[in-house]
C-alpha cells in the first residue's frame, strides 16, 4: 500500500533537509527519502582529509533562521567537512526533521500517474509513495565518477574513492599512496596526506588553477561582528553574481594601471579565494581581461614551486582562469617542494593499467600501499538521470534530456507536472554558492505552492514555450562568458558520451532571482496552472 503524502523529497542533503522545513511549515505532509545511511549529502559522503567548504561557512550556511545564524559557532573560516556534517546534525535536531526522513531508500522509480495528476514513487526495495508533488533535491556532485583501470582487481593495496570515503579509512602514517585527479578533492587533500605518508605521488592530467583559502579560525570579535551585521551580509550575497558575502568590483580589469591591477589581485589573492575571479567584473567574460589574471595566478604558482620541471607541470596551461572550477588550497603548491612528494604527469605518461603491487603509466611502474581515486563527479546530471523518471505519455527525464538537460528555470520540465529539481542544470548551481542558491528556490517554491492552494490549484507545469525561452536564454548567458572555451564539468565534458550543453545559468544569483520574482509577479505565466478534480488541492 503507498504511503499517501503532499510533497515526497528525494535526498537528505542540505536542500532537501531545507525543503522537508519549508514545506512541512507550511503544513504539509512531506517525506524524505535518502539513499544513503545518513542525512548530510555530500558532506557525509566526502570525508577526504582536508575536505572542507571554499564558500565561507558564514555564508555557506542556512539563511532561513535567524536563532540558528546566532547560536551556531563557526569555528574556522572555511569549515571541514566533520563541522559542517555536524551543522547539519544539529539542524535536523534542532528542527525536528529526522522523523520525516527514510534513510537507506533509494528511489528507483518516479512516475506520473495522469489518473489521479500524482506521482508514484517506489524504491529499489520495493516500496511504494503516491505523492502530490515530487521534489528532486538530489544533487550536483552526489554521483562520483566510477573510474576504473584495467587490472585494478589484481592490485594487493587498498583503492578508495575520495566520494565515497569509507569510515574505516586507514592510517596514511608510512604509507605509499597514490592520489589520481588534481580537482578540488585532490587539491584540498594532497598537504594533508603529504604531512603523514612516507611518500605521496599525485597523479595529474590537467593542471589547475588554485587560489590561497587564506583559512583562519573564527576570532571572538568576528564571529559577533558578522552576527550583528549578519542581515545585510545575507544581503550582499543575494545581491552578488555568485552568492559569495562580499560586493565584486565594477570595474573592468582593463581600465585601470598595471600597478592598481597587481595590487588588487594581490589584495584578492590574499583574502578572498574563490571570489578572486570577482576581483574585475569582466575576468570570466573577456579573454584579455582574463589573461591578467591567468598570468597573475601563474606567477604566483611560480613563486611557491621550487623545481623547475615540477613548476611548470603545475602551471595551468591552454584555458581561461576559472572555466573549469578553480581550487581553493591551503598549501597544495609548496606541497611539491617536499622530498615524499612526487607529481607525475598522466597528459605526458597517461595510466595503462593497475598492476598487483601499483600503477603502470606508458613510461614507468609506481609500487603503492593505498590508491585514492579524486577524479570527479558525473556532474548536474549524474543524480537526476539514474532513477527512471517518467513524466506525462511515458516519457522519461532520460528521454527528454537525451540531448542535454532543458528546463524553466532550471525548476520545471514540461512534461513533468508538478516535479520541481532544486538547484539543478538551468540555475546558477555550481557556478554559485549553492547552500544560497537552493535556500532562494525553496522560498519561490514555497510562495508558488502557497498561490496554487489560494486557489484550489493542484497542477503546476511548466509551457514548453517557457522552457525553450529559458533554455535559449541560459545558452545566451553562456555564449557572453569564457566557460565555453574550455571542456569541463560545466559542459558535461567530463563524462564520455555526455552531451556537450553548457549546464549551470551564468547570469549569476542576483539577475537570476530576478527573473523568479518576475515569473511570480506576473502569476506565473511561464507555467499552466490548473484544478484538476482528480486529486485533492494540499
Ligand atoms: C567536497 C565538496 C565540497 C563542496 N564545497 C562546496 C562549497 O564550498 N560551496 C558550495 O556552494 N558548494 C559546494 N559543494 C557543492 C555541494 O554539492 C552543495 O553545496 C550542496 O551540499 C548540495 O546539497 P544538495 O542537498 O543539493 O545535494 P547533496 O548534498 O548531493 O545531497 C543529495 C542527496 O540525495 C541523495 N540521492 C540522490 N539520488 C537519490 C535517489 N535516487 N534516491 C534517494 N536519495 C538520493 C544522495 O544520496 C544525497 O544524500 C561541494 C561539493 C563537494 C562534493
Known sequence: ?????????????????????????MGLSVVALEASEAIGGVWNFNRYPGARCDVESYDYSYRFSEELEQDWRWSERYATQPEILSYI???????????HVELNTCVSRAAFDEASGRWIVESDDGRSWNAGKLILAVGQLSTPKATKYPGQDSFNGRIIYSAQWPKDAPDFAGKRVAIIGTGSSGVQMTPVIARVAAHLS?????ANYSIPAANAPVSEEEDLEVKANYRA???????????????????????????????????AWNR?????????????????????????????????????????????????????????????????????????????????????????????????????????????????????IVGRNGVTLREK???????????????????????????PSLLSNVLLSSE????????????????????????????????????????????LKTPSYYLGAEMPGKPRVFM????????????????????????????SDRQAVA
Open 233 to 267: 551580509r545575507r544581503e550582499a550575497a543575494r545581491n552578488s553574481p555568485s552568492g559569495l558575502g562580499f560586493v565584486p568590483n565594477g570595474k573592468s580589469a582593463l581600465e585601470v594601471s598595471d600597478e592598481e591591477r597587481e595590487a588588487a589581485f594581490e589584495t
Open 504 to 531: 549551470p545559468y551564468s547570469g549569476g544569483v542576483r539577475g537570476y532571482r530576478r527573473f523568479l520574482e518576475k515569473e511570480a509577479e506576473t502569476g506565473y505565466e511561464g507555467m499552466t496552472l490548473s484544478r
Open 440 to 483: 532562494e528556490q525553496i522560498d519561490w517554491l514555497a510562495n508558488l505552492f502557497e498561490y496554487c492552494r489560494a486557489r484550489e490549484i493542484n497542477e503546476i507545469e511548466v509551457t514548453a514555450e517557457a522552457e525553450r525561452e529559458w533554455v535559449a536564454h541560459v545558452n545566451e548567458r553562456a555564449q557572453e562568458t569564457l566557460y
Open 1 to 25: 500500500m503507498a504511503v499517501q503524502v503532499d510533497v515526497l523529497i528525494v535526498g537528505a542533503g542540505f536542500g532537501g533537509l531545507r525543503s522537508l522545513h519549508t514545506f512541512r511549515s
Open 202 to 206: 599525485v597523479f595529474q592530467r590537467t
Open 89 to 99: 546534525n544539529h539542524v535536523a535536531d534542532r528542527f525536528d526533521l529526522r522523523k
Open 272 to 388: 578572498l579565494g574563490f571570489g578572486f575571479a570577482l576581483t574585475y567584473k569582466d575576468i570570466l567574460l573577456d579573454q584579455t581581461s582574463n589573461d591578467t589574471a591567468s598570468e597573475f595566478i601563474c606567477r604566483k604558482i611560480a613563486e611557491q614551486v621550487d623545481d623547475p620541471d615540477v613548476r611548470e607541470k603545475l602551471t595551468p596551461k591552454g584555458f581561461p582562469f576559472g572555466t573549469r572550477r578553480p581550487s581553493v588550497d591551503s598549501g597544495y603548491f609548496q606541497t611539491f617542494n617536499r622530498s615524499n612528494v612526487t607529481l607525475i604527469d598522466i597528459s605526458e605518461s597517461p595510466i595503462t593499467c593497475f598492476t598487483q603491487s601499483g600503477i603502470r603509466t606508458s613510461t614507468s611502474d609506481h609500487d603503492f600501499d593505498i590508491i585514492i581515486y579524486a577524479t570527479g563527479f558525473d556532474a548536474f546530471t549524474g543524480s537526476l538521470l539514474k532513477p527512471d
Open 401 to 427: 534530456w537525451s540531448a542535454g538537460p532543458t528546463s524553466f528555470l532550471g525548476l520545471g520540465v514540461n512534461g513533468f507536472p508538478n516535479m520541481f529539481i532544486i538547484v539543478g542544470p538551468g540555475s
